[in-house]
């Protein structure tokens, strides 16, 4: 394995050689847009399914701006550079209030993206520091900056994260999510690929396109859903399984990106893999993780790209996956297109900027646990630390979802794409080999010019 540091989401696509003709929409095709408001939502029964909300000309979104505007503080209104939140003050300022929650605390005062980790010794504050604005709720539910449309870091997602890298405990490996079919159902859809024949009637690619989609959905069945070192009742496991999902439907051509990219099916071809051949694609944070100061007193995350790379995995006839060394240009084309326009899918869809945000968050609480800051502070994280005192595994548990499935018929064979997963492990962001040195001392003279005097309930300033 490289040392760089890996952050990673995975997700595969089946491809099996078969027959004949072309669906897939060209590259070309595919216009910048700008996304209508979406989500996933969660039934009672674990069952997840994208949501797309209307909202013509936007007018609801106007409304809710208004309204925003008109009931948040000035202060915390304004768009700030650098907005810096204590987090141990912020729990103290919870506990004073009884354990109720404003928006303030529970949007961090509109933080936008966590660039900075602050420790002062001599007023024992825990410091994140980034740009932040006011906010709104889109009508997809998501709370985003008032102009910037960015997603705000939430409370909740923060106490996730610190969660899993809590004082006095071991820290969290590996948090992620995995979308996968079960293996009875790969054995069934080979069975079901092997029963379809090789022979169709010209001019009938569309029938059979769409007879074979819904074979391999009845066949494949309902794939399972997991999550590993959070809860999957937590918003964070949400945003995961979301970002992951979404990615697979770009990518095998069942959602159209708001940006001009390239996706796998508009370059696969048949000719360039073999039978029972799967896809794995990774989401790595295109950054070298973190700047460190030579006290140890402040943490930048540097950089703001994500990089996706692409692994090939080999399903056999029982339903079993086994990983092989073998490249494919569709795969390379579509992970090197999508790397590339990262940066403004993240601004336009904003659930990748918000699986951004969950990484910056686990690193900054793997650092903090780290360089032991909860001790330095006397921080025991008695309200954040207890779900009984501060609930945030209120969602339905994502366990389900219906199989993402296309059929591509192109020049004599047939591709039927499928695939998922998501893991962070914060942990290799701060490993020594991963972290560069703050040559010149510009974070070191940042931290030393910001000054946390507050007073008494003040948990957040400019």
Known sequence: MSTSCRFVVTSGVFVLAAVMVFLALPSSAQAQ???????????????????VYADPGGQLMRQRIAAAKASQRPEVAAFS????????????????????????????????????????PESRDIVLAGPAEGWVTDPAGRVVGITSRRPVIQLQDLVVALRAFAPGREPTEVIGCSIDPTPEGLSAMQSFLRSVGS????????????????????????????????????????VMVEA???????????????????SFVDQARPSQGTANMLFRWYFVPDYQCVRLTEDHLAMELVGD?????????????????????RSNRASQVFVTSFTRRYSELAERSPVFAELRNL???????????????????????ELFGDESRFPVETYNAPRQVEPVVSAVLRGSSLMTPIGGGVQIQA?????????????????QRLRDHIKPELARGQWWWD
């Open 359 to 381: 990484i910056d968050l686990a690193v900054a609480a793997a650092h903090i646990q780290e360089q032991d800051y909860y001790a330095k502070a006397n921080w025991r994280m």
């Open 33 to 51: 847009v700008v996304e209508p408001p979406a989500g996933v939502e969660v039934d009672a029964q674990g069952v997840l399914q994208k949501r």
């Open 199 to 238: 022979r169709f009637a010209v001019g009938q690619e569309q029938v059979v396109a769409a007879r074979i989609t819904e074979g391999l959905r009845a066949s494949l069945g309902l794939q399972r859903i997991t999550v590993r070192g959070v809860s999957p009742r937590t918003h964070f496991a949400q």
């Open 427 to 443: 942990l290799m962001a701060i490993r020594p080999e991963n972290v560069t040195p703050d040559e010149g001392g510009r974070v």
């Open 81 to 120: 550079k650098l907005r810096k939140v204590s987090i141990n003050r912020l729990e103290r300022a919870i506990q004073e209030n009884g354990g109720a929650l404003t928006d303030e605390m529970r949007y961090l005062a509109g933080l936008l993206r966590v660039r900075y980790v602050f420790f002062y």
């Open 305 to 325: 790209g994500v990089k996706l790379i692409g692994e090939d995995e080999m399903v056999a006839a029982s339903g079993q996956r086994r990983a092989v060394a």
């Open 244 to 262: 992951d999902y979404r990615m697979k439907l770009i990518g095998i051509g069942l959602e159209q990106p708001p940006v001009r990219m390239v």
